[in-house]
Nanobody
Framework: VQLQASGGGLVQAGGSLKLSCAAS????????GAWYRQAPGKQRELVAS???????NYADSVKGRFTISRDNAKKTVYLQMDSLKPDDTAVYYC???????????WGQGTQVTVSS
């Protein structure tokens, strides 16, 4: 199983980006997923998560600005990021938990840089 994260880049404050995390290999669809981020010198933190049932949760710092979603047909988890701030600058990682085995899989990380 591999996760391919994409969609990062450089954007000005107030702008938007949409991250994608596509799963391939022997994994069923409709898995729980999450996005984390790690800024330089800081610990990795949970940004958003989505359960198999579709329940979403967000870190307080991104509530109202970020939206996590999933396309089961494409085995892809998304993170729509709006109203970006310089503090959102970090490497973003996706995680998918295979519901059949409970195994966590991680994407390789994608850099998001927000300029002021």
């Amino acid at each position: 199983v591999q996760l391919q994260a994409s969609g990062g880049g450089l954007v000005q404050a107030g702008g938007s980006l949409k991250l994608s995390c596509a799963a391939s290999g022997s994994i069923f669809s409709n898995n729980a997923g999450a996005w984390y981020r790690q800024a330089p010198g800081k610990q990795r933190e949970l940004v958003a998560s989505i359960t198999r049932g579709g329940t979403t949760n967000y870190a307080d710092s991104v509530k109202g600005r970020f939206t996590i979603s999933r396309d089961n047909a494409k085995k892809t988890v998304y993170l729509q990021m709006d109203s970006l701030k310089p503090d959102d600058t970090a490497v973003y990682y996706c995680r998918v938990t295979a519901w059949t085995t409970g195994i966590d899989y991680w994407g390789q990380g994608t850099q998001v840089t927000v300029s002021s």
